[in-house]
């Protein structure tokens, strides 16, 4: 193939991104492609006056670009999974290359559309789905291809970070910081997914896919969102060694996989605990190489558009000289992938962090921490703040020893159900990353 | 071709990583690979009891695996610039691919290696050269193809950070921790390239080839060792938010390039300032992606080997659908290099540590910050420490504004010159990477 022709649909952040990057870098591009790479037409519904596209073909519908014979390569970009789906759908079908920033997309209808580009022995590409600017996919399908990785954790959500870093930094409230953020363009306005956890949970799955080589699951990880994470949680964690990171975590035990995502303390003496604002951080542990971790922008118009293009610079550097691309998607054909069994949620061990108020009268302490002693769950550390004046209530703060998290359930029920105790018991997960 | 076969020369560390990951993931590689891709012989002069080589055909000569007609790629870990610069030459003139993990060998000789290597449609890969299990190598060369990269700067010689690191957290001096670097087997009994920034900058000008599309050229870097740090001024550093790491620093301004490897001074606050120990750290800025950091293991067996191997991956891949390897050395084909003047080194602007130790009495501080003032050059900060017991001389600390270095050099001597000084000013510089 002489030259590698690209058509763009969506023209939002990334879209215009992408536009940019081509319309000031082609020289750079030809040269490091080593190939011919070029933008030929531009699907949007609407113009963005963020990029100049008047040097592209450009049509209203976006199925414009998959039915143009003239374009090679499409570049997925609308976001959402109904439309997407269609045209990606189309546009493996009418025998083009795919690259996509759609997270959503290849976490709920990766499979099928995976098989569908074996079948039609197109590519189907990713890069920027995951943690933006930061070439997390590329390091797990290549660079570690030789080692057994063994977890994955990381930062993957910048909203989420930009508001737990805000919290911790300034003390303030959730509700206020995210009004912040999106004022700041930082958060949709729609912030759900955001917020609980969806938008991490799909990268997640995707991570997972490439880590150990198991198909594409939207469903398997247990999702907790940061909505529930407060000032004096923050507060407390600090005072215990930890700061409160949002993570997606996927884990290799044996046979089996614990995919979570959900606010976590982790000690501050971790290189990701330093990953502040909207920075995204993912860490790796893989048997041969140990431990490596990546940071660099998340999201962002040229940030992610830049990893579109390297998956675009990949294919027209291959597709030169080979007619199919030797790369699977998820770094091994997809028959290959195996399923792998879910840890059960109630069988997943870890350390936790407990937060609750109770009565500060004689034999309180000794009704919770009984309560936890029964189910053989032993405490590692305990603050205990003396009542505010004026009140007869106290805040025990609890850091638990490694227990399965059904036995904890139990003993919160427990808890709770305890006359001496005002509201629900706070709870959060710890990680200290010796073992990932 | 149907299967990749492999001949590693040497098998020392590195050498044998390699082998042990080909004995542990036999399967792993030849599905991650999605073609075949076999060990079949082994060159060293001796046996390592590290790991098993009683599969592959071993030689005691390096160079009966490069005549070895079933050989398709050479992978050199023998070290050193003589005897290794005629293997991979002759690899290559018999129409083998290479894989080397010798920084040296390509820094020094790489320019006429990938020239016979394009003459020859051969691949030269070196993804182990610089930072280990750190993947720098293709994500400069590959993920952020379609930046324009400005700077590059990182911790890329895990024993003199070893180093560092221990005379700043536990206040030791340089040649004790340096004694202890070798016992541990951080060090080579003969440490000069890791002391004095040779290894460090040999690492430095295959990155920066990468990162601006220039030549290799082992010479270019401003290169200073770690042996002139002091505890004393590592405690200065900290007072003044500083710490301090031996840093490779590339970085573009404008048409010119900027090289140089030293003891630097960062803001504690930065990403890696926090990267410790033997642990490597690569930090690069590009006009889209913005910054992204890498951090991992800049040596070992096998974080090294991981590196290797993903070179023989990728290699086993392409060339499973391809008769050459589309992808050009240092990412641009050798012929499209542009070479770029160096900034000379007095030109180069930064801002300055300056120690020095001066007699206790009126008006030399203002003779001291007088040849500076002459120069136009600022003061940002200023420690003065009360001398000791008994003592007429006092220890000041000066952290200076930007100047460029020829300037600072001429006010230096003449600070020198002066009677009240006692020994020499110890200068070091401070780089906040706001620019880079």
């Known amino acids: 193939m002489a030259s590698l022709r690209i058509g763009v649909c969506g023209l939002g952040t990334v879209g215009s991104g992408v536009v940019n990057i081509f319309n000031d870098h082609r ?10 790479l070029q933008l030929v037409h531009i699907g949007a519904r609407r113009d963005n006056a963020d990029c100049d596209t008047s040097s592209y073909r450009l049509s209203r519908d976006v199925f414009e670009v998959v039915r143009d014979p003239d374009v090679d390569v499409v570049v997925e970009l609308i976001g959402g999974t109904t439309v997407a789906r269609d045209l990606v759908t189309q546009a493996i079908q009418a025998g083009k290359h795919v690259v996509t920033a759609n997270k959503a997309l290849i976490a709920e209808y990766g499979n099928e559309l995976i098989a569908l580009a074996e079948q039609a022995q197109v590519a189907l590409r990713f890069e920027a789905a995951v943690a933006g600017g930061i070439p997390i996919i590329k390091v797990l399908r290549e660079s570690l291809a030789a080692n057994v990785i063994t977890g994955v954790a990381g ?12 919290m911790a930094n300034a003390g303030r409230g959730f509700d206020d910081v995210l009004a912040e953020a999106q004022a700041l363009g930082y958060a949709e306005a729609d912030p759900t997914f955001d917020v609980d956890g969806t938008d991490a949970a799909h990268k997640l799955v995707i991570l997972a896919s490439l880590a150990f080589g198991i198909p594409l699951d939207a469903n398997a990880p247990v999702t907790e969102g940061i909505d529930t994470v407060t000032p004096a949680d923050l507060e407390f964690a600090k005072e215990l060694g930890f700061c409160v990171k949002h993570l997606g975590i996927a884990r290799r035990c044996g046979d089996a996989i614990d995919l979570r995502v959900h606010p976590t303390l982790i000690p ?14 993912v860490m790796v542990e893989a048997d041969a190489v140990g431990e490596i971790v990546l940071t660099g922008p998340g999201a962002g118009s040229l940030p992610t558009a ?8 990949d294919l027209g550097r291959v597709l030169s000289h080979s007619k199919v691309d030797p790369m699977p998607t998820l770094g091994v054909p997809s028959d290959e992938l195996q399923t792998l069994p879910l840890i059960p949620r109630d069988e997943v061990k870890g350390v936790w962090y407990l937060r609750l108020v109770v009565e500060d ?3 309180v302490m000794a009704e ?10 032993s405490i590692e550390s305990l603050i205990q703040r003396p009542p505010t004046a004026g009140s007869s209530q106290v805040t025990v703060v609890i850091l638990t020893d490694s227990v399965a998290c059904g036995q904890l359930d139990s003993a919160i029920r427990n ?9 629900s018991v706070v709870r959060l997960r710890v990680e200290s990353f010796q073992e990932v």
């Open 27 to 36: 020289g750079l591009i030809e040269q490091r492609c080593n190939a011919g």
């Open 155 to 166: 930062i993957i959500n910048g909203t989420g970070n930009f508001i737990l870093t805000e």
């Open 268 to 281: 501050t003496t971790r290189q990701i605990a330093r990953v502040d604002g909207v920075l995204n951080a």
């Open 306 to 313: 830049s990893s579109v293009c390297s998956d675009l610079l």
């Open 361 to 363: 009268r004689p034999g």
């Open 368 to 377: 919770i921490t009984g309560l936890l002693s029964e189910r053989g769950i």
């Open 415 to 423: 808890m709770e159900a305890l006359p001496t105790l005002s509201g």
